[in-house]
């Protein structure tokens, strides 16, 4: 159902009323400041619920996204940090493979 709101004439204060279209068109409001008549006021703005929702999942994921990325840019699961407390034994075969010199 929708929020109606409704401008008085006289004083220009508004109110809002959660209606149908066939009730808001037979709604008589008196203003609550002066007791002048209420209207319903021109629709200036539409909300629609799904790209609303839709906008606010993307948010959400992004801000997930960036609590669990490293500093280097990857995932939870990165090893770039890792210090190894040992030389890798492999290190000459790695590099070989790679076509890199030997390191004097």
């Known amino acids: 159902m929708p929020v109606y709101s ?3 004439d006289d004083c220009g204060a508004t109110r809002e009323m959660l209606a149908s ?3 808001a ?3 008589e409001l008196m203003c609550l400041a002066c007791g002048g008549d209420m209207v319903r ?3 200036m703005s539409v909300n629609i ?3 609303a929702i839709r906008a ?3 948010e959400k994921k992004q ?3 960036a609590y669990f990325t490293k500093p280097c840019g990857h995932n939870h699961a990165c090893r770039c940090s890792v210090k190894l407390s040992k030389s ?3 290190k000459q075969e790695i590099r070989a493979a790679h076509g890199f010199a030997d390191e004097i």
Do not use: T, W
Request: with cysteine.
């Open 63 to 65: 801000e997930e996204h």
């Open 88 to 90: 890798n034994p492999f």
């Open 56 to 58: 606010k999942k993307a």
């Open 41 to 43: 006021a021109r629709v």
């Open 6 to 8: 409704f401008c008085c």
């Open 21 to 23: 279209l066939e009730q």
């Open 25 to 27: 068109d037979a709604l």
């Open 49 to 51: 619920i799904g790209p």
